[in-house]
């Protein structure tokens, strides 16, 4: 009778750090499937802190690859990292994770079973009763939405890369004007370019660059020029790497900030005029800004 009470401790004991394994496995096959929402590796060491140690060095290569393929700077060590734990017989397996938008993460947290422990006892002591195991509540993972500073670091961060590139391919166009401006020189008869003052800007093309003037940013602006087009009233616009010629062309001069904000418009010809201010300028001058061409 004592050995079958025992053997019935042993078998809920068992039962319930199965339940809990299983309950483990439940929240890491969750994770994986949400792949686009978390960072997430893991290992398998005879030591528990090799394994987490193992699990979170290969977590952060993960992070640091995801940076590299799509050009984010994420933190590792700004994410909150959390970790479960399971046995896969005598060794311990550690899956550490991450939420990708560095939002809190609530942690599974699951308490190994405690192992029975036989006793020997006097044969004339009464069988002991089996005591309730407590068992450990499994937390949900909490999918809050990321704090909106982490999100708003990491939409400047695109900005910012986005940005790069295109002072990148802006540089690169100046370069190449520059060589064509060089070689322009030694033609024999150099293609006249026309220049326009502010006193030259008919009543028609005034009340245009009065509406792009009004733009609060890069987003007004892009609207008013589709509108425009498709009203007929302005005929092309595009970016600076495919401007057909500098001197025949509108500019529209956007700050480099996170608003992307209007700073002025430049008149036709070499000799540019501040359509802003009515003062005489010079498109160099605006090197490192967001310049859009446009043609009336």
Known sequence: MKNLILLLVASVLCFTGYAQTSDVKDSINKIKRDSKTYFYAESTSASEAEAKDAATVMLQSIVSDHNKQSG????????DVQYLQMMRGEYYRVFAYARKDGGKTVAVKVTEAPQPKLAQEPASTPAPT???????TTEVIDNKPAVKNDELQQ??????????????????????????AQMSKHQDTPEPTPTTHVSDIN????????????????NEVSAKLSRLRNEYRVKKYGTYDDCPNIAS???????????????????????????????YDSLSKYTGHILIWFRL
């Open 203 to 218: 009543q028609s093309h005034q009340g245009i660059i009065d509406i792009l003037l009004q733009c609060a940013n890069l």
């Open 72 to 79: 984010s700077s994420i933190d590792f060590n700004a994410l």
């Open 155 to 180: 939409e400047l961060a695109e900005k910012d890369r986005q940005l790069k590139e295109l002072q990148d391919k802006l540089d690169a166009q100046r370069r190449e004007n520059e060589r064509l």
């Open 249 to 279: 062309c509108y500019w529209i001069v956007l700050n480099r900030d996170s608003e992307m904000s209007m700073n002025t418009i430049l008149s036709t010809g070499n000799d540019k005029t501040n359509l802003k201010t009515s003062q």
């Open 130 to 136: 089996p005591t309730t195991t407590k068992q450990k």
